[in-house]
């Protein structure tokens, strides 16, 4: 296990580990259609209620797109309101805000749109589902005024009260964060003052995770720093800590992040993409705090638009995916106790305007699969990559709230073979992308899993032993006294 930056290796080359075969193998005529587009970010969540998780492709200069998985082929889904034709959306975000089990689909607007020069500014819309139509609830009269119309860059969620009820936080250049939530009538009020979130800040990024508990904090990346992290204080109270911990790294211009236990020490670590300075893997020590351990290679400067930590390959051990913008994409696996750069295969893309990433079992076979988006620039298709089959055993575990929506935010600890797993269904993925909210485990050849361990946002855990493997397990809210189901 690492305790300290000695453990990486030094020296500023990529060395390709003899035996790793090409971890990528490129798909995207499984696309249907796939025109070249100006993608500002996708999430993923369920549109029409059918229990599999879509692709919501949100655009900065054309109608947002809903793609679905048909058994055979990523297709086009009736987007209906949701394409919202007139508006330049910037990011969207799935979450259940009135607990009602239903998530809710928040898109992040540009302003000023694509329209003429004086036209009215475009709010931010707030999409609810009612039975097969969906509403723009920022839209009602009762919600006009509070409905945000101010620039944003990027979006998280959060259950503050541990109700099962998220707020939805916006972040913005040189502006307080905001945080939205919806009364029990249906209002939409802004609650960032209340909660202690509203501090100025040149946000271009929000990650929501366990970050120094158990329950879910808030990571904020800015432009030339400082970042600012809110540590979670229990009922719906956060204070902001990024300078006290070590996160605050006050030269650098934060561009996307993840999270993951790094050195398989049990603790949540944090890794942090750049504009143009040096990328970030910050270590949490015991103590509390973090620290800078980054191994030259993955600290190599280049524009990162997206960090994805996934088990592709269902090894054990997570992958960290790098997705740039105009340079070859890049590939880190942990090898003989280290971070060592791989072969990504055909998701290099060297010409590749990377501007988004998410990953998905799109099919259902048990290994993750890789969508990317591209634009700022030039408009360019979605890739598709299919991760290169190993036969690994694996587990997927996906926790739902009382209501029986995805529990973002929620944490899922695995032991097997003598080791821990760690994984965190992230209430924002540091960037203007969503992943899927399950926790995937990959377990390379062994047969049993000893303890499956859920942790939800108000901090209800269930324990489960010897669970069956190569399955999506369903993890209900322990105050339903439900099993967990397939």
């Not at 934060?254 to 143009?276: F, K, M």
Request: aromatic share 6%.
């Amino acid at each position: 296990m690492v305790n300290d930056g000695a453990a990486f290796p030094r020296g500023g080359r990529v060395t390709l580990y003899p035996g790793d075969s090409l971890m990528f193998i490129a798909c995207s005529n499984l696309i249907v259609p796939n025109p070249p587009i100006s993608c500002a970010g996708i999430a993923v969540g369920d549109i029409d209620g059918d229990g599999r998780f879509d692709f919501v492709v949100i655009c900065a200069d054309a109608p947002n797109r809903v793609l679905s998985w048909d058994g055979g082929a990523l297709v086009e889904h009736p987007a209906g309101p949701l394409a919202d034709a007139k508006a330049c959306a910037r990011a969207a975000l799935f979450a259940d805000m009135d607990g009602d089990g239903r998530e809710e689909l928040y898109i992040l607007n540009d302003p000023a749109g694509p329209g003429a020069a004086g036209a009215l500014p475009t709010p931010d819309r707030l999409f609810a589902c009612f039975g097969n139509r969906w509403v723009d609830l920022a839209a009602l009269p009762e919600n006009f005024a509070a409905a945000n119309r101010a620039p944003g860059t990027t979006l998280a969620c959060l259950d503050r009260l541990g109700s099962g009820r998220y707020g939805i936080v916006v972040g913005g250049q040189g502006t307080p964060l905001q945080l939205f939530e919806l009364d029990r009538r249906g209002r939409l009020r802004e609650m960032a003052e209340e909660a202690g979130l509203d501090i100025e800040a040149d946000a271009r990024l929000l990650l929501g995770s366990c970050l120094t508990g158990s329950l879910p904090d808030l990571f904020v990346g800015c432009a030339d720093g400082p970042n600012l992290l809110f540590r979670n204080l229990g009922g719906g109270q956060y204070e902001e800590v990024a300078e006290e911990l070590g996160l605050d790294d006050p030269i650098a211009t934060a561009s996307a992040a993840t999270i993951l236990d790094a050195d398989g020490d049990g603790l949540v670590d944090l890794v942090l993409g750049t504009v143009d300075g040096a990328q970030r893997l910050f270590q949490h020590r015991a103590g509390g705090g973090f620290v800078d351990v980054t191994p030259p290679e993955m600290a190599q400067p280049g524009p990162v638009r997206a960090i994805i930590a996934a088990d592709f390959d269902n090894d054990g051990y997570e992958e960290l995916f790098f997705n740039l913008h105009g340079q070859p994409n890049r590939l880190f696996a942990w090898r003989e106790d280290r971070w060592v750069a791989i072969d990504v295969g055909d998701a290099a893309e060297p010409d590749g305007l990377g501007t988004a990433a998410v990953v998905a079992d799109i099919d259902g076979d048990g290994q993750l699969e890789l969508l990317l988006g591209h634009g700022d620039g030039e408009a360019q298709p979605l890739s598709l990559f299919l991760a290169s089959p190993t036969g690994n055993n694996w587990l997927r575990v996906l926790p739902l709230t009382a209501g029986g929506a995805p529990a973002r935010g929620a944490t899922v600890c695995l032991t097997a073979g003598g080791r821990r797993q760690l994984r965190s269904i992230t209430s924002g993925s540091g960037g203007p992308y969503q992943r899927e909210p399950v926790a995937h485990f990959g377990l390379g050849d062994l047969t049993q899993v000893d303890l499956l361990e859920v942790t939800w946002p108000d901090g209800a855990t269930l324990k489960l032993e010897q669970p069956d493997l190569c399955r999506l397990m369903v993890a209900h809210h322990p105050s339903l006294g439900q099993q967990p189901t397939c």
